[in-house]
């Protein structure tokens, strides 16, 4: 073949097929990208679905999910499981905790895919229906609660802090739930639920609002 073929250099040429090639190549990595395949060996998937399983209250849940979803909306929306509630969104509330490992979480702030392999604690994982965690129990006795919409994540982070420090004091006990806002303010009946969880005598408003 001639340097010069009908308007075509050799040089020209293998720019061409060197285009193609890297065209395919970023072709088949959008695709990749767009069927959330990792068939570049990337590391990257998504935007579009994947499979992913979670292990939630003891069970895998395989689910199907777009890789940029929350936690919380996984659990909602894709697994069915409302406890866990939305309220702000952004990590200030506390309405959206689970247990990661045991670990509290704003499961509002974290990717479902990051929680892979991980031991996820839900609301509906605390006690039975027949059994309810002493924490459920000691809301329902000390009333703690008005509209209800902050206590899934309060008796979740309750059940971190009694894990953590079986019998917390009053400021140990307004530290370990001040991630978890009540709108309704009924944080006297709160605290003594987690008192009388913890196998302690209730407190006062005064008390409670002493320091
Ligand atoms: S909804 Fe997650 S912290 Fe408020
Ligand atoms: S009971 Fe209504 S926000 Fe707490």
């Known amino acids: 073949m001639s340097e010069r073929n009908e308007g075509i250099s050799r040089r020209s040429f293998v720019q061409t097929l060197g285009m193609g090639a890297a065209a395919g190549a970023l072709q088949g990595h959008a695709e990749a990208r767009l069927t959330g395949q990792d068939e570049g060996g990337t590391g990257i998937v998504g935007p579009g679905p994947r499979p992913i399983t979670l292990r939630i209250n003891g069970n895998d849940v395989r689910l199907t999910i777009e890789p940029a979803t929350t936690l919380l ?27 990661v490992n045991g670990a509290l979480t704003a499961s509002c702030m974290m990717l479902a895919c ?37 206590t899934p994540g309060l008796v979740v982070a309750a059940r971190a802090l009694l894990d953590a420090t079986p019998r917390p004091s009053l400021d140990e006990i307004k530290q370990g739930l001040s991630g978890n806002i009540c709108r309704c303010g009924t944080y006297t009946n709160i605290f003594n639920a987690v008192l009388e969880a913890s196998g302690q005598a209730p407190v006062t408003d005064a008390e409670v609002n002493r320091g």
């Open 73 to 99: 909306d996984t659990l909602r929306v894709h697994a069915g499981m409302t406890g866990s509630k939305e309220i702000c969104d952004r990590g200030s509330c506390g309405g959206c905790s689970v247990l």
């Open 114 to 150: 990051d929680a892979e392999g991980a031991e996820i604690t839900t609301v509906e994982g605390l006690g039975t229906e027949e059994a309810l965690d002493p924490v459920q129990e000691a809301f329902i006795r000390h009333d703690a609660l008005q509209c209800g919409y902050c």
